[in-house]
């Protein structure tokens, strides 16, 4: 018993000095934007999940109060055909990184409340299973920013 309630403590140390003593948070958002399309469009929106805890933490909702409707994202190409399904949870391993992508996971913005165009900035709060919820301004930004434009380092060189 006494091995057990040593462990115990053991835990709970860990946790409150990834999150106190350094004055680290648990959850840190990074590279938060959102790509914005005319004509009430849904818009995706991106960010970087870092986990400085010694802990996995699971992102398990999203809200803003900018958008009707938020929901958790992943985009998939399956036999060229490319799709979005729901996701519940997206789970970042200790000391690890999520980053969002077009071709990967994304929110998906809907229904905004008020007028929004690039320039802009939003603001959203994801919910975490086992730590504290974290709001996030996202930068607006037009509808060509951050596409993934593959390097081509097989094209020849045409200038002679
Ligand atoms: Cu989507």
């Known amino acids: 018993m006494r091995f057990r309630h040593a462990l115990v403590t053991a835990c709970v140390l860990g946790l409150s000095s990834a999150s106190g003593a350094q004055d680290v948070p648990a959850m840190q958002i990074r590279n938060a934007w959102v ?12 960010v970087t999940l870092v986990n400085n805890s010694d802990q996995p933490i699971s992102l398990i909702a999203a809200s803003s109060p900018d958008y009707a409707l938020v929901s958790i994202h992943r985009s998939r190409t399956t036999g060229g055909i490319s799709q979005m399904l729901p996701v519940n949870k997206i789970t970042v391993g200790a000391h690890s990184t999520v980053e969002f992508a077009a071709q990967g996971y ?3 913005l809907e229904r905004p409340t008020r007028a929004l165009r690039p320039g802009d900035r939003v603001s959203v709060t994801l919910q975490f299973a086992g730590s504290a919820a974290v709001t996030a301004s996202l930068a607006v930004r037009g509808p060509g920013a951050g596409t993934e434009m593959p390097a081509m380092p097989g094209m020849p060189d045409m200038t002679h």
Do not use: F, S
């Open 106 to 108: 994304h929110l998906m």
């Open 35 to 46: 790509r914005w399309l005319p004509g009430n469009l849904p818009a995706g929106g991106y």
